[in-house]
């Protein structure tokens, strides 16, 4: 159990943390050994607005005054805004560039299928086939029906409890015959 001074020290190294965005709210939690809505709680709390599982952000290739000054020029000519625009534009690009590259959930998803399905432990990925679907209405089906005599098992024990075991035997195989 943390003191109150140690989990406010946390949540400020947790805040510190969040403001570097050099990780992801994930690897933050992990680091910090608190839970994934814990750290999107603070940073709500500090005001930080950054998606869970985002890329984190992109380091600037040159200095911040200098992509300041590209992007505040309050320029004299034409010539000069021209050159100013193509100096953020850069800038732009190479903080792009930087980045590390996304890899989309679909993409993940199938690295790892593909992994099980190598050793012969997955279904095909994509969108089930009308087959899969059929088996799935049928075992529906199955289902209620073994269901359904189950409750007339019940009834029938329920309002004729006198009723002969051959009786009720030939009764069951009536209803599943018509059943089928």
Do not use: C, W
């Amino acid at each position: 159990m943390l003191t109150k001074v140690q989990r406010l020290a946390r949540e400020r190294a947790i805040i510190k943390e969040l403001r570097g965005g050099e990780l992801s709210y994930r690897k933050i939690a992990a680091k910090f050994g608190v839970s994934l809505p814990t750290v999107t709680a603070k940073a709500r709390k500090a005001g930080i607005r950054r998606r869970p599982g985002a890329r984190p952000a992109a380091k600037a290739a040159a200095p911040i005054q200098a992509r300041a000054a590209a992007t505040t020029v309050k320029a004299r000519t034409r010539s000069t805004a021209i050159r100013a625009r193509a100096a953020s534009t850069a800038l732009k690009a190479a903080a792009t560039a930087a980045r590390p590259k996304a890899r989309s959930a679909a993409a993940k998803i199938r690295a790892g299928k593909a992994a099980l399905r190598a050793h012969g432990r997955a279904r095909r990925t994509g969108r089930p086939r009308r087959a899969a679907g059929a088996q799935r209405r049928t075992a529906l089906g199955a289902r209620r029906a073994e269901r359904f005599q189950e409750q007339f098992r019940t009834l029938v024990m329920h309002h004729y409890p006198n009723i002969s075991l051959a009786r009720f035997d030939r009764l069951v195989k009536q209803i599943a015959r018509a059943m089928a």
